[in-house]
């Protein structure tokens, strides 16, 4: 018995040499058990949209095939000897066929260095002056080396006294990841649900939640006493635990399958959420994320998500 998929390979920025068409056809039509049934390549160009980081231009084939020899994680297992990201510039996604049907989808995606470009605690601690010390435990929180709720804390306690005013500031200064707001067009415009889960502050994902119209947002409080930050947060800590939740919450009450749903991550506190949703995608992730993620994203579009879904 086969099992339909769809091959969708992605440029990589980091590749030196893009493979031709003729030559990822080849590559795939040496491995056993896989039949391609149709493909095409294209040519996406780069994305300069306001609000947006700058994109650079990449290349997908998308083909349709049958995989003769077991289910979808077997077919990625073969075409993970490859070695597309070395041997082709590409990555080499296999994708169950039924996720580029018409059935409502469930879009889930973290937020800072995903959504965004930016880590917004980051940011802040800059303004604190603790920007550098911040951002270290940042980056060893998001490559699981720091438990993410104690980090969070850790690193919300420098912000004690900062200017309330200063949450705008930093907000008015964050550029979407490039393709972002064609990613959220596209999945709303087909009538699915978008929505976003953030280790990050709802003081800053809320208007820019609002801008791409999402579905669902859901971040962390910061706490603010007369104008100030007082270095805490308030209410549930958004940990990898309420991210995984969020994204089942959210498909039920969106009645949407579990077999429709995606999720989109870079860090380490996204792993319980890539490992829920039907195709979980590492988007320039860390390596934790890397390790267990269905999809793999390497180049600075975000809008590429949506070949997996096939819009």
Known sequence: MSTSVNIVAISRADAPLIATEEQLVAALQAVEGLELESGLLMEVPASRVEREAEGPAYSVYIAAASWERGGVEDARGALGLLDGARSLGFDLNVVPAELANDEKKLLIMDVDSTLIRQEVIDELAAAAGRGAEVAEVTER?????LDFEASLRERVAALAGLEESVIDEVASKVLYSPGATKLVEVFLAAGHEVCVVSGGFVQVLSPLAGYLNLSKARANVLDVIEGKLTGKVTGEVITGEVKKESLKEWAKEFDIKS???????????????????????????????????????NTLRLDAVRHFAGL
């Open 259 to 297: 077999s429709q749903t995606i999720a989109v991550g870079d860090g380490a506190n996204d792993v319980l959420m890539i490992l829920e949703a039907e195709l979980g995608v590492a988007f320039n992730a860390k390596t934790a994320l890397l390790e267990v993620a269905d999809a793999q994203i």
């Open 141 to 145: 929180a998001m490559r699981g080396e």
